[in-house]
């Protein structure tokens, strides 16, 4: 290995039997820093002072019930709507000062298909690249690997409506990528789509990942978080509650196992109190009763023969989400 003559000098060198590490480098910047985020409107505080970073090549989730705050964050990432208080850079850029530059380098996936339902699937993505005023050529030649990329080239002259829901929402997706965006924001981006194509498009997402875009997402879908997420907020009454990744927080807020029963309509409190102590929480909702446990192969053998119905799966994030937000409706 050769050394450097320019950096060890009598001057500078190391006493035998010491070492100096290097000077630590300074981590890459995030690509969204939010310190003390606030939006309100008028009297009612729909963000409340929020911490989050989302660091260069990460899938970050957003989750939380509806009213949680989690679409204003969204609104405010994607410069829609200015923040109330606090500190909102995107890009490196404070949102406030710099909204065109940072709209130049997103890719936005909105809840809704807003495409223009009277052009073709490769019209819509040209239309669009105009406004980033991509030459046309390039513009051309963009859509036609994007739509390669989310398996739409047999549909490149097929007008929009003719098209299935799956089919638009990857099309949305193609469009959002034509400027070569830095930062790609998925609002809800499966809401409404069967299985497979909910699937399919968790493939094409995954593949971008791997690729090293960064994303951040919000989603209703614990199951689509733990697929695609590094790490994610749950957030509530406009508070974010937790901060992880989906393995962290399933592992340090639930326990390892969930025994669900169905049970009869009396109270089921004398057979249950005998399984409280191997229990680390419980939930009764109507027929239904929820153990988190670590012990739940044995209390499924004690327990089947008093209920109606019983389930024995593990933990998931839909766990650590209804334990954090409850089972009831917030509307």
């Not at 320019?6 to 590490?21: E, F, I, R, S, W």
């Not at 997103?106 to 052009?119: A, H, S, T």
């Not at 047999?154 to 830095?182: F, H, T, W, Y």
């Amino acid at each position: 290995m050769s050394i450097d003559p320019g950096l060890t000098t009598p001057q500078d060198a190391t006493p035998q039997g010491t070492h100096n590490p290097p000077p630590a480098r300074d981590p890459a910047p995030p690509v969204i820093l939010a310190e003390r985020l606030f939006k309100h409107y008028g009297s009612f505080a729909a963000v409340k002072g929020i911490d989050f970073a989302v660091q260069a090549g990460r899938c970050f989730g957003f989750l939380g019930p509806n009213g949680a705050g989690k679409t204003t964050t969204m609104r405010m990432i994607t410069v829609q709507v200015p923040p109330s208080d606090g500190r909102l850079e995107v890009l490196g850029l404070d949102v406030r000062r710099h909204p065109r530059a940072i709209k130049r380098r997103l890719g936005v996936v909105p809840q809704d298909n807003n495409l223009d339902p009277d052009f073709t699937t490769l019209e819509n993505l040209l239309q669009y690249a105009s406004y980033f005023s991509i030459p046309r050529q390039e513009a051309r030649r963009r859509a036609r690997e994007l739509l390669e990329f989310v398996a739409l080239s047999d549909k490149a002259d097929v007008v929009v409506e003719k098209l299935s829901g799956g089919m638009r929402r990857r099309l949305v997706i193609a469009r959002a990528l034509i400027n070569r965006p830095d930062l790609v924001i998925l609002d809800e981006p499966t809401t409404g789509l069967d299985p497979q194509a909910r699937h399919l498009l968790w493939q094409k997402l995954r593949q971008l990942k791997d690729q090293g875009v960064t994303m951040v997402l919000s989603t209703h879908y614990m199951e689509e978080a733990a697929q695609l997420c590094d790490e994610l907020v749950v957030m509530d009454q406009g508070k974010i509650l937790v901060h992880g990744s989906p393995g962290e927080l399933v592992s340090k807020l639930v326990s390892p196992t969930v025994l669900e029963l169905r049970v009869p309509a009396e109270d089921p409190a004398p057979w249950l109190a005998a399984a409280l102590p191997r229990v680390e929480r419980h939930e009764r909702i109507g027929d239904m009763v929820y153990l988190y446990t670590r012990d739940g192969e044995e209390l499924l053998h004690e327990l089947r023969p008093h209920a109606l119905e019983a389930l024995l799966r593990p933990a998931s994030l839909e766990d650590v989400f209804l334990t954090l937000t409850g089972r009831n409706l917030n509307e």
